[in-house]
T-cell receptor
Framework: GAGVSQTPSNKVTEKGKYVELRCDPI?????LYWYRQSLGQGPEFLIY????????DSGLPNDRFFAVRPEGSVSTLKIQRTERGDSAVYLC?????????????FGEGSRLTVL | QQQVKQSPQSLIVQKGGISIINCAYE??????FPWYQQFPGKGPALLIA?????SEKKEGRFTISFNKSAKQFSLHIMDSQPGDSATYFC???????????FGTGTRLTVIP
């Protein structure tokens, strides 16, 4: 497809479980971002990849959150021992350039609900 | 600490009217100010952006006004249409940064 693809679109899990969220960016975009959007709030930065490496993970809230991008394309956000407070929409975005110099293209998000 | 403060939280405008959304920031290092539009169930999409070397940027019915000394910027939607009903987010970033700081959003409803 032409846009950023995220799966699953919805995920319901129980407290304490492990979750993986996948992002397939626009072809050719080397920059990839994960954001978290809580209800009624703006997106909050989690992590940024340039190519395969996590260039900035300063937004990850704690060590339960981890993300990878092993081949410089698809990325997976991993959340261990989920908590109810992790419930949110997790947005992935990609771009050709950095966040300061160009447009971020967002996917539709993965809505995570932790019961 | 909210890096970008946005108001109002919600806005109702009659069709054909002008919608105005305001944002303020503190970090003088910010030098890129985009506005994103988000429809329910969709991701945000870039609407228009400005850099501080100009005080205004217009694209169709959408205009950003930028006041560097006041550290404020606003989005004006002229001739508002029901199709403009969405949530609007202002954002800011600085050169070399990897992150966009988003405001809390304004839910715009345009009444036919």
């Amino acid at each position: 497809g032409a846009g950023v693809s995220q799966t699953p679109s919805n995920k319901v899990t129980e407290k304490g479980k492990y979750v993986e969220l996948r992002c397939d960016p626009i072809s050719g975009h080397t920059a990839l971002y994960w954001y978290r959007q809580s209800l009624g709030q703006g997106p909050e930065f989690l992590i940024y990849f340039q190519g395969t490496g996590a260039a900035d993970d300063s937004g990850l809230p704690n060590d339960r959150f981890f993300a990878v991008r092993p081949e410089g394309s698809v990325s997976t956000l991993k959340i261990q021992r989920t908590e109810r407070g992790d419930s949110a929409v997790y947005l992935c975005a990609s771009s050709r350039h950095s966040a300061n110099t160009g447009e971020l293209f967002f996917g539709e998000g993965s809505r995570l609900t932790v019961l | 600490q909210q890096q970008v403060k946005q108001s109002p939280q919600s806005l109702i405008v009659q069709k054909g009217g002008i919608s105005i959304i305001n944002c303020a920031y503190e970090n003088t290092a910010f030098d890129y100010f985009p506005w994103y539009q988000q429809f329910p169930g969709k991701g945000p999409a870039l609407l228009i952006a400005i850099r501080p070397d100009v005080s205004e940027k217009k694209e169709g019915r959408f205009t950003i006004s930028f006041n560097k000394s006041a550290k404020q910027f606003s989005l004006h939607i002229m001739d508002s249409q029901p199709g403009d009903s969405a949530t609007y987010f202002c954002a800011a970033s600085k050169t070399g940064a990897n992150n966009l700081f988003f405001g809390t959003g304004t839910r715009l409803t345009v009444i036919p």
